[in-house]
């Protein structure tokens, strides 16, 4: 909404859309979550329930609302049953951040990975090493990739994992996939999707 400047900010206004923490309060309908527990949820809240839900594309919810403002103290959660996942305990403060990072990038980076089928021994390619990039090639190496090539604009980027790295400018060295290579790949999409290769 701020992103850059580019629109015009007449009022306070809380930002973020990564959430997680202690539910306070529950409304009518809600059955899946209770106060005192530990939850995280999505960025758009989907009532989980919908054709589009049940067909693993919850991004999609017939019912979906984004979910802003997060940096908040509190914070409204609509369509909680579909949206909440509750953790078996409350975790550790040290766990807190790691939990964050699965409200949002974690979650784009695995589903970008499930929707290229990313599958054991196969070669993958990320475009881009910001974090949903970093945590697709986390996602691609738990779900088996034997060769995963990042794509950076840095010259010495966190890879994640990465079995190599391609930087799209020409002064940068090191341990770059040749050009020939690159060349070869048959499929890529931008914006940290995965793609078969
Ligand atoms: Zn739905």
């Excluded at 859309?17 to 309908?29: D, F, L």
């Excluded at 989980?48 to 403002?69: K, L």
């Excluded at 049953?81 to 078996?88: E, H, P, R, W």
């Excluded at 993958?124 to 949903?132: I, S, T, Y």
């Amino acid at each position: 909404m701020a992103y850059r400047g580019a629109n015009p900010i007449t009022a306070p206004t809380p930002m973020g859309h990564e959430y997680c923490g202690i539910v306070e309060e529950i409304g009518r309908e809600v059955r899946s979550v209770k106060p005192g527990q530990f939850v995280i949820g999505s960025f758009f809240a989907s009532d989980n329930t919908c054709p589009d839900c049940r067909a693993g594309y919850q991004s999609g919810c017939q019912h979906a609302e984004f979910v802003g403002g997060a940096q908040a103290p509190r914070l409204r959660v609509p369509l909680a049953d579909g949206t909440l996942v509750a953790t078996s305990d409350v975790p550790s403060m040290d766990l807190i951040p790691n939990l964050l990072a699965l409200s949002d990038v974690m979650g784009t980076g695995r589903f970008a990975a499930d929707a290229a089928s990313v599958k054991h021994g196969k070669t993958v390619v990320v475009v881009g090493d910001g974090a949903v990039g970093l945590l697709g090639v986390l996602s691609a190496k738990r779900m088996g990739a034997e060769r995963i090539i990042a794509m950076s604009r840095h010259p010495a980027p966190s890879t994640a994992g990465a079995t190599g790295w391609l930087s799209n400018s020409s002064r940068h060295d090191g341990r770059r996939c040749s050009l020939p290579h690159w060349r070869a790949t048959q499929r890529i999409a931008l914006n940290g999707v995965l793609r078969r290769l």
